[in-house]
Structure formats: C-alpha cells, structure tokens
C-alpha cells in the first residue's frame, strides 16, 4: 500500500511580534560587543538560514496557561540567557571601511520573538510523517535581512490549545552553526528550568567561548569566501555594492516536498554492520564503521534507489564535520561561531543502484571521514566553496542529485528541557531547501538515529519501502 500523505491546512494567528533583549541589570548588556568574522564563518555567508522546531506536548495546555505561565517564562529565560550570547542579540553589519562584515551587538538589540496561536493538527505536524513540507512553514521564523544589517537569530513560539507549544528558531549560518546554535537553545532551556534566577551561571558545558584567535586557516581565506559569495550575487567588496541580504543560493523550498521521519534502530545498525563486513576489503579492518558512516551510507544509497533513472546522472553526497576536535591543537566544544567543513565526493547513480550500491556507499562514507582524521583538516579549503558553489549550480541546472546532511546525532537535541519535558519531535525545516537530510539521535535514548527527509511524493513513496525493507 502506497504512503498516506496528509494534507491538512492550518490556521495560524500572529499574536505578537517583539524583540527580547539582554536582561538590562547585567553590566554586559549595557555594552557593546563586537566579534570578527572567520573564514570558517565566511564560508556559509550566504548560506539558506537553518530553521529548527522543537515541540512539546502539552495535552492540557490552555491559551491561559499559556499566557500567564509559559509565555513570561521562556520570555525572561531567553533575555537572561542573551546577556551569555550577546551577538545572537545583534546583527551582521558591514561597517564602510571594513574589508568585511562583523557581527554587532549595541545596548537595545534583541532578538526577534513571534508569539502565534495555530489551529493545525499537532500531532500530525509532530509525527514521522508523512505531511506536505510546508505545513511547517508557519512555525519558523524569518530572519530580518537587508544589504545594511541581517540578524543573527530570530524566535518564535506557537500555541496549539489543547496539545502543546513549539519553539522555531532560525539561525544565520554565517553567525553560528550547528554545534553553536543547539548550545545556545539548551543554554536557554536551562535557564528557564532553574526558574529564571538572574545569578545563576550557565554550567561550564554550556558556556560559549568568543575567542577567535584559535580558528587559525590559510592566509586570505576570509576574503577568497567573501569575494567567491559576492561574485555569486553579482556584486564585489571593493565598492558600495556591499550587501547583507541572503541570496537564493542553495534554492528555494519546493512546494511539492512531503516529509516524513525514519528510524535507523540499533538493531538496523547490528544488521546493516554484519551485511556489509563479509564484502569489504579484509572485512573491513580499515574500515570506519561508525553509526554516522552507516547512516548517510544507508540513507545516501536509498535516496539514490527512490530516484531510480539514468545510471549514468551524477550523484554530490556531501556532509559538514566539526572541526573543533580535529584541529591542532583542539578547539573547545564551547567555541562560538562555525568551525567545520563540508567534504564532498561525486559518483554516478550506477554506483549505488548496483547490487552492491550500499558496499559501495559504506566504503566512500568511511573514507571521507577518515581522510578527516589522518590528513589535516583543513586540505583543500581553498577550493571548497568555488566546489560547493559549481555544484549547486550544476543541480540547478541538471540532474545532478545532491544530498547533504544537516544536525548531527551527536547534538543531543532530544535533550532541551525548559522545564515541561524534554521534546515531542525536532525537526530541521530547512532540509526542504537544499537536498539535505537532516540526522538526530533517537528521542528514546536507544543509539539509535532519526533521518529526516524532505522529498517529492513519488520518491517519499519508493523511500518507504526501502527502509525498513534494505536493511
Ligand atoms: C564527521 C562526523 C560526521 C563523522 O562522524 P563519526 O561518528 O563517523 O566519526 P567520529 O570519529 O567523530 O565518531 C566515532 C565514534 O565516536 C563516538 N563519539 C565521538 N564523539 C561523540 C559525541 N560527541 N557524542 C557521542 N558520541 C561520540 C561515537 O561513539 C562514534 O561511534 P558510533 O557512532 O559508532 O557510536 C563527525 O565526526 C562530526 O563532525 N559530527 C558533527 C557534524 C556537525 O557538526 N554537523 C552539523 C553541521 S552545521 C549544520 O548542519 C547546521 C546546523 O546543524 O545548524
């Protein structure tokens, strides 16, 4: 039987729109903060924004508690929690004699808040799936871009009576990155479990660390990024022509994508492990057979299977690492900002159609993460995002397929209590922008790891019976 997509149009109201800001008795609010850009951030300058949702089930929840208790709360929690992330409270700014933006935080900024009421079915938008892509288009909230300023975050919370609340946080890439954003929400969900209390410190793992002096990347990086970015959108840094505003690069969201949710289980890795060891070179020995590599291998090769078509129609499989522990010395967990790097590799669809289309994708997946480990970290930056910005464009262009990953199963995001439990469903709605899948660990605590996908009807359906099926 073919997937039940539902449909359902939803009902939203805008309640309010407000900036939170720094809580104004703390000495930090009161002064401006400036922080420079690194190459590592300059290489998403004009990335799609990524947009999280985290929903929680309140089965009880009236528009009154709601109001009186949640609201107040998840309000003061994230202005006590802005006076530790200060640029998260300012914007990117290109100040006219600077080569290249920074980000700036003035006494008054705040981030961006959306307080709105919905009447959309929750558990359907909470469930696995599968639903139109933009049903949660609603629930995210925009950032506010232009040439002159762009913000770093922006928030927003929306009641649906009677089931609960989702918090959509939408993060500007060049600001900070995945590791950044999901302490920065977990900062916040502390905070407003504690009850508020302005002297409480954030716990040592929460702590961001603004120091940019240990990013250190060859000579002139930054400005090759900058430069690469700006010519995409038909403009240079030498002149006025300066411009913040975040292009359509990376496309748009298509508006016949279905989601859906699926589970790779501890036993799916057991299984998936003991099929793909008797066909490996020396059993695999040399092989990096962590659950990350199983995944995108799974995943990538199903993806390839749903499209189906030509073998001969290339295939960009690309994930982003986190260079914090792979870099020499180490950079702390806590660093604030970007500090990873895309890898990328090319194949033909033929490839993982074959029979042994998975063997196939276990053996790439294990040697891009290995070439990480051995090599330096940091080979080949200078033509990454040149790379990165030919490739886009060749899918824009062919039938080239792309598939990325966005969040990790390391973040832990099942973890962010505010104090009602920890969450229903996260979802990433930015998958349905740019051929991402998106990876989180299991809510249960399992090992083992959610995928979520955004894909067109026809391949949401083939991918279903592929999954529990292939493994
Ligand atoms: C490159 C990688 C994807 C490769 O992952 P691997 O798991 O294969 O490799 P690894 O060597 O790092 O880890 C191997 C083993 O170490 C253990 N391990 C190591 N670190 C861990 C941690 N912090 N938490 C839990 N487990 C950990 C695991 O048991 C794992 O095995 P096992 O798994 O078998 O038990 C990863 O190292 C990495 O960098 N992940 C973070 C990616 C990231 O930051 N993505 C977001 C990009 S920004 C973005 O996309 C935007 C956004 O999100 O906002």
Redesign the pocket.
């Known amino acids: 039987m073919d997937m039940v997509f539902h449909n359902q149009r939803d009902r939203m109201e805008i309640l309010e729109v407000t900036q939170v800001a720094p809580t104004s008795n703390s000495p930090e609010s009161t002064t401006e903060f400036r922080l420079p850009l690194t190459f590592s951030d300059i290489l998403w300058f004009t990335s799609p924004p ?1 947009e999280r949702l985290f929903f929680y089930q309140l089965d009880e929840l009236t528009p009154a508690c709601f109001n009186s208790v949640i609201l107040p709360k998840l309000k003061r929690s994230l202005s006590l929690t802005l006076v530790h992330y200060l640029p998260l409270a300012g914007n990117l700014k290109w100040p006219p004699n600077e080569p290249k933006p920074i980000i700036l935080y003035t006494p008054n900024d705040g981030v961006s808040l959306t307080v709105a009421h919905s009447d959309a079915d929750f558990n359907i938008l909470s469930s696995n799936g599968a639903y139109d892509a933009a049903e949660l288009h609603p629930l995210k909230p925009d950032l506010v871009t232009s040439d002159i300023s762009a913000s770093a975050i922006a928030v927003q919370v929306t009641l649906f009576p009677n089931k609960g609340f989702c918090i959509g946080i939408t ?1 500007h ?1 060049a600001v900070l ?3 950044t ?1 999901t302490m920065f929400i977990k900062s916040w969900a502390h905070i407003c479990k504690q009850g508020n209390d302005e002297n409480s410190p954030l716990p040592p793992e929460l702590t961001p660390i603004f120091d940019r002096s240990v990013i250190k990347g060859p000579d002139g990086l930054d400005m090759l990024y900058l430069n690469q970015w700006l010519a995409t959108s038909g403009l240079d840094s030498d002149t006025s022509k300066k411009s913040l505003k975040i292009t359509s690069a990376g496309g748009g969201a298509a508006s016949d994508l279905v989601r859906a949710t699926f589970e790779i289980t501890r036993e799916d890795f057991k299984k998936l492990r003991e099929r793909v060891l008797p066909k490996l070179p020396d059993s695999g020995k040399e092989m ?1 057979l ?4 199983l995944s995108f291998a799974y995943v990538t090769t199903c993806m390839v299977k749903a499209r189906g078509g030509d073998g001969d129609r290339k295939v960009a499989f690309a ?4 260079c914090r522990p792979r870099l020499n010395p180490p950079v702390s967990q806590n660093y604030f900002g970007n500090c ?1 790097r895309p890898k990328f590799e090319v194949a033909k669809a033929r490839d993982f159609l074959d029979e042994n289309g998975f063997v196939f994708a276990v053996q790439k997946a294990s040697g891009m ?1 290995k070439d ?2 051995e090599r330096w970290v940091l080979e080949g930056m200078e033509r990454i995002l040149s790379y990165s910005l030919d490739v886009l464009k060749e899918t824009s262009e062919s039938n080239l397929q792309i598939i990325t990953v ?3 199963p ?1 973040f832990g995001v099942y973890g962010t209590d505010f104090g009602w439990g920890k969450p229903h469903k996260v979802v990433i709605v930015s998958i349905d922008k740019s051929g991402a899948i998106s990876m989180a660990e299991s809510r249960d605590g399992s090992g083992g790891v959610e995928i979520g996908l955004a894909l067109n009807k026809h391949e949401m359906n083939n991918i279903s019976w592929l999954f529990p099926r292939y493994v």
């Open positions: 990524v993060a890439h990155d995945g590791q954003t990096h962590s659950t990350f590599v994930f982003t690492a986190d990873n993460v990480l480990m966005a969040g990790s390391r």
